[in-house]
C-alpha cells in the first residue's frame, strides 16, 4: 500500500501496482482510510491519554442527553458541572498531597523526614513559607492541565480545517466550528476555577487561625465570586455554546483567570512572607471538608443528570435496550466513580510511601484524610453491588438467551450429526454471550446508584465518624467487614489503575485490545470537547471533514465511490456523509459490516444518532446502502430491521440489512482442515456475502 493523500496520522492508501490485483470485487478499485493514529498514536501518548480518562467519559456523557429540550438542557449543564468538579477534584488531590501530607503532616515527624533530603531542607521553616513553597506544586499540577488543554490537537497539525458552514444535522457538524466553538472560553473557565479550589486551600489556614482582617474577607469572597461566577457562566443556556457570544463569554471568563490568577498571587505573597500566624495543626485545615463538599455534589448532580436522563427518555414503540437514554448518568457515574479513584489512591500510595516502615500507617498523622476512606469502603460496595447484579442478570437472563440463541442456530442449521453437535453448542453459547450486550446495563445502574449513595455518606467524615463505627451503628455490620472491606477496596483501585494502564499500552497495539478496549477509546474520543477541556482532543474533528473532503474530490474527478466501513469506521463514514453536499450524494453507496450504529449510537446517543439521523442518511444516498451483521457480534448488529421484520417507518429501510450467518459452516469436512471460525465482529471482507454486496452497490451506482 502506498499514501496517495493525507499523511501518517490520517491518509488514504492505494495497493501498489505491480503486487497483485489492484482492484477489488467487481473491478472497484481499492482506497482505505487509515485514521488509528489520531486516537491512539505512541505508546507514551495514548498512556498519557490514560490519565484524563475521566475527563473524556465525563465529555462524552453530555453528548448523550435525551432528545427532550429541557431534560436535554438539564443533562448538558449537569454534565458541565460534574466536569467543573472534577476539575476541583483534580486540584484537590494535589492540594491533599502537597500540602495536607508534606507541608503539615510529614514536616511534623522527624521520622518521616528522615532520609529525605529533598523535603528536610524545609524544616524550621516557618508553616507559611512551607505552605507557599509546596503550592507550586499544585500550581505546576494547574499548569499542565493547560497545556494538555491547548495543545494543538483540534486539526492535529498539518491538517487544513474546511471552510466554516453549517449543517442541517448535529451529526454531521462535527469537525466543524459549529460543534465545539467554545472549547476555548470552557478552558479558561476550568483553569479559573482550579486556581480559585487552590485560593480557598491556602485561605483557610489563615482564615482559622488569625482575626479576620478585612485583607482576609476581601479574599475570600472575591474567590467564592470566581467560582459562582465559573458556574453561571456553565449554566448559561447559550453562553458558551453560542459562536455571537463567544467574545462577550471569552471576555468574561479571561476576567475570571486573571482575577483568580491575582488572588493566588497575593495569597502566596502573604503566606510566604506576610503571616507569622498560620496554625502548625496535624493537617491542613479546611481540606477533609472541601473533599466532603466536592464529593456531595458530584452525587447530587448524578442524581440530577440520572433523573432528567429518565424522564426525558425516549420511549417510542420497537425493541430498545434498558441503556437507551440513560447514557449521560452512566457514563458521568463512570467518569466520577475513576476520578475519585485516582485522588483516593494518589493520596494513600503517597501516604504510604511517606509512612514506610511503620506499623500502623492508618493511625499515623500522615494518614490521609477520612473522607478517602470512605470512598475506599464506598467503592468496595459499589462494585460488590455490581458483581452480584451481573451474577444474579446471567442467571436470570442466561434461559432466555439460551432460548433464542437455540431457535437462531436451529435455524442456520437444522440438521446435525453427532460430530457436529458440539460445534453447534458453541456457537449457541457463542451467540447467546453476544446477546448479553443488550443487558449489560442493569450493572452499571447498579453501579451507579450505589456511588451516588456512597458519595453522599462521606458527608459523615466530617463529624469524624469512622465507616466501620457507622456501619456498625446504622446498618449492624461486623466492624471487621468492614474494615476489610474498606482496605480490599483501595486494593481494589489499585489493581484497577494497573488494569487501566495495561489496557492503555497495549490498546491499538494487539488486536484483542484494539477490538474491546478500543471500542470505549474511539466512542469517548469522537466527541468533541464541551463538558470537560481537558479531555482527549476530538480526532473526529480531523478524521470526519478528511474523510468527506476526500470523497467529494473523488467525485470531482468523475468517480463513483463506494464507502465500505466496519465497526466504528460506520460512525465516521455516516458523519462524512452528513457533510457531503447535494451533488456528490447521487455518485455515494455504503456498505457497512460490525456497525455499532443501532446498538450503542441510536441507544446512548438519542439526539446526536437516533434513528431519524440514520433515515436522513439513507434518504440522502438514495438507500445504496447495506448494512452486514452477525449474530455472533457483541458490538455490531442490525441498524432498521431484526430478522428481516419491517420497521415501521419505511419500506425501503428493510432492503438496508442483511444477516450473515456464522459460522458459514458447522461441518468443514472435505472443504478445510479446521472447523469454520465463528467471526463475531471481525470484519467482513473475506466473506463471499460481503463481495455479493459490493457488487450489489457497484451495479446500483453504474446504474444510477
Not at 492535529?156 to 472549547?183: C, E, K, M, N
Not at 478517602?372 to 442478570?393: C, D, E, P, Q, R
Not at 465516521?572 to 453507496?589: F, G, K, M, N
Request: contains cysteine; proline residues 5%; aromatic residues 8%.
Amino acid at each position: 500500500m502506498h499514501l496517495v493523500a493525507g499523511d501518517k496520522k490520517g491518509g488514504f492508501y492505494r495497493p501498489r501496482t505491480g503486487y497483485g490485483d489492484s482492484r477489488g470485487a467487481c473491478g472497484v478499485l481499492l482506497e482505505t482510510y487509515r485514521w488509528s493514529e489520531l486516537p491512539s498514536g505512541a505508546a507514551a501518548r495514548t498512556l498519557s491519554l490514560l490519565f484524563l480518562l475521566p475527563f473524556m467519559l465525563c465529555n462524552a456523557a453530555a453528548w448523550m442527553r435525551p432528545k427532550a429540550r429541557i431534560s436535554g438542557a438539564i443533562v448538558w449543564i449537569g454534565c458541565r458541572l460534574l466536569g467543573l468538579s472534577l476539575t476541583a477534584l483534580y486540584v484537590l488531590s494535589f492540594v491533599g498531597v502537597a500540602l495536607d501530607l508534606l507541608a503539615y503532616k510529614c514536616m511534623s515527624r522527624s521520622g518521616c523526614l528522615s532520609g529525605r533530603t529533598w523535603l528536610s531542607w524545609l524544616v524550621g521553616q516557618p508553616v507559611g513559607l512551607r505552605v507557599a513553597l509546596l503550592a507550586l506544586v499544585p500550581v505546576a499540577a494547574i499548569w499542565a492541565l493547560w497545556l494538555a488543554g491547548s495543545r494543538c490537537g483540534h486539526w492535529y497539525g498539518t491538517f487544513i480545517p474546511p471552510p466554516d458552514q453549517a449543517t442541517d444535522t448535529a451529526l454531521g457538524a462535527i469537525g466543524t466550528r459549529h460543534a465545539s466553538s467554545g472549547v476555548d472560553q470552557l478552558r479558561t473557565i476550568h483553569m479559573a476555577a482550579g486556581l480559585a479550589v487552590l485560593d480557598l486551600s491556602l485561605l483557610a489556614p489563615s482564615w482559622s487561625a488569625v482575626g479576620h482582617g478585612v485583607l482576609d474577607i476581601l479574599l475570600v469572597v472575591g474567590t467564592l465570586t470566581i467560582v459562582v461566577g465559573c458556574v453561571l457562566l456553565l449554566c448559561l443556556p447559550r453562553g458558551v455554546d453560542d459562536p455571537t457570544g463567544a467574545a462577550a463569554v471569552g471576555a468574561v471568563a479571561g476576567a475570571l483567570l486573571a482575577a483568580s490568577a491575582g488572588v493566588t498571587a497575593v495569597v502566596l505573597g502573604l503566606a510566604a512572607f506576610g503571616r507569622t500566624g498560620w496554625p502548625a495543626a496535624a493537617g491542613l485545615p479546611g481540606y477533609a471538608e472541601a473533599v466532603v463538599v466536592v464529593f456531595v455534589a458530584q452525587g447530587a448532580l448524578l442524581a440530577l443528570v440520572g433523573i432528567a436522563a429518565l424522564v426525558g427518555r425516549d420511549r417510542q414503540p420497537g425493541r430498545q435496550t434498558t441503556i437507551s437514554g440513560l447514557g449521560a448518568p452512566l457514563f458521568a457515574g463512570l467518569a466520577v466513580g475513576l476520578a475519585v479513584c485516582f485522588a483516593t489512591e494518589f493520596n494513600y500510595r503517597v501516604s504510604d510511601y511517606l509512612d514506610r516502615d511503620m506499623p500502623t500507617p492508618d493511625m499515623l498523622p500522615t494518614s490521609p484524610v477520612l473522607p478517602y476512606k470512605w470512598t475506599m469502603f464506598g467503592f468496595f460496595v459499589s462494585i460488590l453491588g455490581a458483581l452480584v447484579t451481573g451474577a444474579v442478570v446471567v442467571l436470570i437472563s442466561h434461559r432466555q438467551r439460551r432460548r433464542e440463541a437455540d431457535s437462531i442456530v436451529a435455524w442456520d442449521f437444522p440438521s446435525v450429526d453427532e460430530q457436529t453437535a458440539r460445534r453447534r453448542d458453541m456457537v449457541r453459547d457463542a451467540i447467546a454471550r453476544a446477546q448479553f450486550t443488550e443487558r449489560i446495563s442493569t450493572l452499571a445502574m447498579t453501579y451507579l446508584c450505589v456511588a451516588i449513595l456512597s458519595l453522599g455518606f462521606t458527608a459523615l467524615a466530617l463529624v469524624e465518624l469512622q465507616p466501620a463505627v457507622a456501619a456498625q451503628d446504622l446498618a449492624h455490620l461486623p466492624t471487621d467487614f468492614v474494615s476489610a472491606g474498606t482496605q480490599f477496596g483501595s486494593y481494589l483501585m489499585a489493581l484497577l489503575f494497573v488494569g487501566l494502564l495495561i489496557g492503555g499500552l497495549f490498546a491499538y497495539q494487539t488486536l484483542a485490545f484494539r477490538r474491546y478496549i478500543g471500542m470505549l477509546w474511539d466512542l469517548g474520543m469522537f466527541w468533541p470537547r464541551v463538558a470537560q477541556p481537558f479531555a482527549p482532543p476530538c480526532y473526529a474533528e480531523r478524521a470526519v471533514p478528511e474523510l468527506a473532503r476526500r470523497v467529494t474530490l473523488l467525485v470531482e474527478q468523475g468517480h463513483r465511490v463506494l464507502i465500505a466501513a466496519h465497526s466504528h469506521g460506520s460512525v465516521l463514514a455516516v458523519a462524512s456523509i452528513l457533510q457531503l453536499e447535494s451533488h456528490v450524494l447521487p455518485r455515494i453507496a455504503l456498505v457497512t459490516h460490525g456497525s455499532p450504529l443501532r446498538r450503542f449510537y441510536s441507544t446512548l446517543f438519542p439526539a446526536y444518532a437516533g434513528a431519524d439521523v440514520l433515515h436522513e442518511v439513507g434518504n440522502r444516498i438514495g438507500w445504496r446502502w447495506l448494512n452486514l451483521w452477525r449474530d455472533t457480534d457483541p458490538i455490531g448488529g442490525w441498524i432498521f430491521t431484526l430478522n428481516g421484520s419491517h420497521d415501521g417507518a419505511s419500506r425501503r429501510p428493510s432492503t438496508v440489512d442483511r444477516r450473515l450467518r456464522d459460522p458459514q459452516d458447522l461441518d468443514a469436512r472435505g472443504h478445510d482442515t479446521v472447523w469454520p471460525p465463528v467471526r463475531g465482529h471481525r470484519p467482513c471482507v473475506t466473506d463471499d456475502r460481503y463481495v455479493d454486496a459490493v457488487c450489489d452497490l457497484a451495479d446500483r451506482l453504474r446504474a444510477g
